[in-house]
Every structure is written in C-alpha cells, then in structure tokens.
C-alpha cells in the first residue's frame, strides 16, 4: 500500500476549530489523506524490506531456535542428515551399482551434491509451508509478507554452514586440494538461496490457495533428487537438461569449485538467468495474491 498526503492550506479543520464554531464551517471537499494500492512493478516494494529487515532477522531466529529447541543432538541435525544420506548412496549407488563419479571419491561425489541440495529441499519445503504456520501474524499486524518465506530460507543458512565444516574434513581426508575455484562458492551459495526463496515464495502462494501443496510438495522435491545430478554426473550428450533445471547445474558449479574443475560457464549462466526470473516471478505473484491472503489463510 501506497500513502499520498494530500495538503490543503485552505482548510483549518482541526478538532479544536470545529468544536463550538459556526455551522458555516465544514470539512474540505478534498479529503487530507488517501490510502490507494500500488500497482505494476513498483508493487513489489523493496524499500518496505529493507525497512523491516530488523523482522527479517527476528524471524530467522525464531525459526533456527524453535528447530533445535528441545533436541538432544541439537544442530548435529544439520550434519546427520546429508551424511547418512550419503553413506547409503555410497553403499547402494557407489559400491553395489559402480556408479561413475568424475575420478572422485564417490562419498567426497556424494556429499558435496547432498550439501547445496539437502539446504535446497529443506529451504523450499520450510518456506513453502510458512505462511500457512504463520497464519496468526498474517491475520493480525501488517508487515511484509515476503519476508515469511525469506526468513525460512534463511535459517537453513546456518545448517548450510555447519555441514559445510564436514565437507572440508572430507576434502583433507581424501587429500583433495583447494584450487582458486573455491572463490566462487559465495556466489554459487547466493543463486542457490536466491533459487530457493523464488521457488519457496511461488509454492507458498500455491499453498495458501491450494491446501494440496503441502503434500505435493516433498513428493516433487524427493523427486528432484533424482534430476538434479547427485547419483551420478549428468552426461555431455544431456547438457541441455543443465540449461532447464538451474539446480543441476548449481550443484555441478559446486562440486567444481571445491574439487577444482572446470566451470560449465554456459549451463551456470543459464542458471544465473532462470533464478532470475524465476525470483521476479514469484516476487510479482506473491504481491498480486498478497491482499487476498487473509481472507483465505
């Protein structure tokens, strides 16, 4: 929402001028103040994020202290699962299957696929449901609402970070290198959260009018497991399936930056480019769909 204020210095209509005067005197034809909606482009209102990123904060706390609260192992969580994940793709697909790996140690493959997809299922399955689980702010006080979602995405952050630690282990205890690709992980890290928010922003909007996302949801993400190139290394001859799922060739980005490979610069522009437009997307809908929301939530 928009506010234009709107002066007349002609008018003295204070309480205290109106009290006991003539009949005379009335209100202004031309009302002092008016409330109207944005439209277009300019709805998206990045200032009001920017305004309320001290919320954007509170919110990621929150959600970070409610997921470990009353845990035994605390945030080992964020450790467990992309590492028993990885054990029995490495017994099963691995050993069992011989799966190829680029000359690589297939758990040290396994993991480093898992680490940036395991931050990217999660962040969009939390996001996708987060504004029907806040649903008693969205009803009460105005803020944002964008920032929902955003603050899902950002709590995984801190999973990321702490899993990333069992990565570097990996890495010295295979004796791998570190090369100066390793420089591009900040921006690989910021597409895939940028990926995330645009695709957990999209499905929360589909959730809060289509209750049935909240069970499609894991389905489609277990399901992007297997496309995304985590098993086993995505063909040359199926390079044009890296320039449509921007997942598959940020994961391949990333295994490339920690194991010094070459970058496929064509399928990671093509990702640049979907998360792009998949975030203004969402960003656009969200906004449209936003004034409806409690109404329907």
Known sequence: MSLIVKENPTADVSLANLKGAPSEYHLPENPLTVIKPSSGWVSLNLRDLWQYRDLLYILTMRDIKVRYKQTLLGALWAIIQPLFTMLIF???????????????????????????????????????????GNSNLITKIYFPRMIIPMASVAAGLLDFLIAFGLLVALLFYYSVGLSVHILMLPVLIVLTSLLAIGVGMWMSVLNVKYRDVRYALPFIVQLGLFASGIITPIPENWRWFKMINPVAALIEAFRAACFGKPFDWLSLAAAAFLTVAILFYAAYTFKRMEKSFADII
């Open 90 to 132: 490495t017994i099963f697909f691995g050993r069992l299957a011989g799966m190829p790996s680029d000359n690589i140690p297939y758990p040290l493959f396994a993991y480093a696929g898992l680490l940036p997809w395991t931050f990217f299922s999660n962040a969009v399955t939390n996001s996708g449901n987060s504004l029907v």
